[in-house]
């Protein structure tokens, strides 16, 4: 048995990324609008705008996808499909430090401290399109869990949550312009979407701005994908 001590690695939560992003937009003065439904074409097939679940009508010079797994819904370049994957959170008693002081990982599991005392375990890879949790997942990683560190045996459980991914053919992202319909695709983040985040945002942005996207973008351009004239015409 071994393993590699990584005192420089670090963790990102997304629960508590998405709430400071909420209040950057909120102090930046972002509108929100509810669900797209579908996307607007102009006369050329290019993607001019929004409907939201609504019905309401949202036209933009540039349209960005990211959508996740169901992007696919809504344009059909990238071929998207969910991978579920299933999540415990353990703690402890209130005000109890964690088992653990950083993110352990083994082939088959992860776990990750949290502020606050719990800990993350996941995750599973099932090829599933539901969000139902079962109890065989759930075995599965308390059994990986415990047999690498028995003291999560004295937690108790917080949550199980289970999520779907988005994931193309290749496995790797599609970041960038789709140069049929101009669409702007930030899609297929798989396993590894909000550590992305920074660089697909900053990527987009030069584009929507008519600039260079950088440069470690390119071997993800949306264009990668073959589309059928079918595709293309169902989309539209």
């Known amino acids: 048995a071994g393993g590699l001590h990584l005192p420089d690695e670090h963790q990102a939560d997304p629960r ?6 909420r209040a950057a937009c909120a102090a930046a003065g972002v509108t929100t609008h509810g669900a797209a439904a579908e996307l607007v074409r102009d006369r050329a097939g290019r993607a001019a ?19 996740g797994w169901s992007a696919g819904r809504l344009a059909a370049r990238v071929p998207l499909r969910p991978v579920k994957g299933q999540i415990l959170r353990l703690a402890g008693p209130e005000g109890t430090d964690p088992p653990i002081a ?12 949290r502020p606050g005392g719990e800990v993350v375990v996941g995750a599973t890879v099932e090829e599933a399109g539901d969000r139902r ?3 065989g997942a759930v075995h599965e990683l308390l059994d990986e869990a415990i047999h ?3 003291d999560l045996r004295e937690l108790g459980f917080a949550e199980v949550a289970v999520g779907l991914r988005p994931a193309t053919p290749d496995g790797a992202p599609a970041i960038g312009e789709d140069r049929a319909d ?5 899609a297929g983040g798989y396993r590894h979407g909000i550590l992305l985040a920074p660089v697909v945002a900053e990527g987009l942005a030069a584009l929507a ?3 260079a996207a950088p440069p470690e973008l390119a071997p993800f351009t949306p264009d990668r994908f ?5 595709a293309l015409c169902a989309s539209r």
């Open 16 to 21: 508590r990324l998405l709430e400071a992003l």
């Open 49 to 67: 705008g929004v409907l939201t679940a609504d019905g309401t009508r949202l036209d933009a010079g540039r349209v960005a996808l990211a959508a």
């Open 102 to 113: 950083h993110v352990v990982r083994a082939p088959s599991v992860y776990l990750v401290p």
């Open 133 to 135: 949790a079962t109890a």
């Open 148 to 150: 690498l560190v028995p």
């Open 182 to 186: 101009g669409l702007l695709w930030a």
């Open 209 to 211: 701005a008519g600039r």
């Open 226 to 230: 073959p589309i059928t004239a079918e």
